[in-house]
């Protein structure tokens, strides 16, 4: 605002030396010019200079939720994490229980954590606990998908493969600058000219390229369910066309 004063100053200064009523040097000032400069010259002190603005308060350095993530009425796609005063996920629910969960990649990176059994507690780079940084900037966690004793894929972080991968199978892959794709790997996955820092596999794609898998409706081809209930719920990871990470599942 103190550019803009200033400004303002300066055209008036420019244009009142402009006027028909300026003296010139040698000549004596009437009594209605020196009235008037006295009267502007008054007005100048008087006028007080404009306060300045209070600066905003800087944005939290954690991820602030929104009222959306703990209400549970159906609802297309609303914001439900904030970060740094930009959305960075958004939830949406379905009358017949399904939630989805949109993450924006620019904000959001995915770390691929190795669990307590799968693969093993050590010497990963994100191990089984989520501490530190981390911890103050985790937005949201699911799990890994089947064990890898049962062979549906493998699993690599940062050069450490505690499963081989296998060409075919649907994975998650993240590179190494932040971002995270989903495919079939060696067909879709990696991108060219990117590094992997790490990939985990499981079963195949569920859609591809918005067309569902033909055993869509074969129970027992997306593994056994717990009591063998025909109505289990699961979950999936997808990304869009956009690159936006999508979480489907049963909250």
Known sequence: MRAWYGAVALAAASLAA?????????????????????ATASTSRAAPSPAPK????????????????????PTQFVPVVRWRGRTAAWIARSSAGVTLMSFDQRLVALHLHSGTVDAGTLGWRYGPAVGGAELRRLIAAFNGGFRLSTGAGGFMSYGRVGSPLESGRASIVTYSDGSTDIGSWRQEVPAPGKTV????????????????????GCLTCWGAT?????DPARSALGITADGRLIWAGAL
């Open 18 to 38: 402009c006027g028909g009523s300026a003296t010139h040097a040698g000549s004596t000032p009437s009594a209605g010019q020196r009235a008037l400069s006295a």
């Open 54 to 73: 209070p600066k905003p308060p800087p944005p939290p350095a954690f991820p602030q939720l929104t009222p959306s993530a703990t209400q549970t009425a």
């Open 226 to 230: 717990l009591g063998g209930v025909i």
């Open 197 to 216: 820092v790490s990939v985990r596999q499981n079963l195949t794609l569920l859609i591809d390229h918005g067309a569902p898998a033909g055993s869509l």
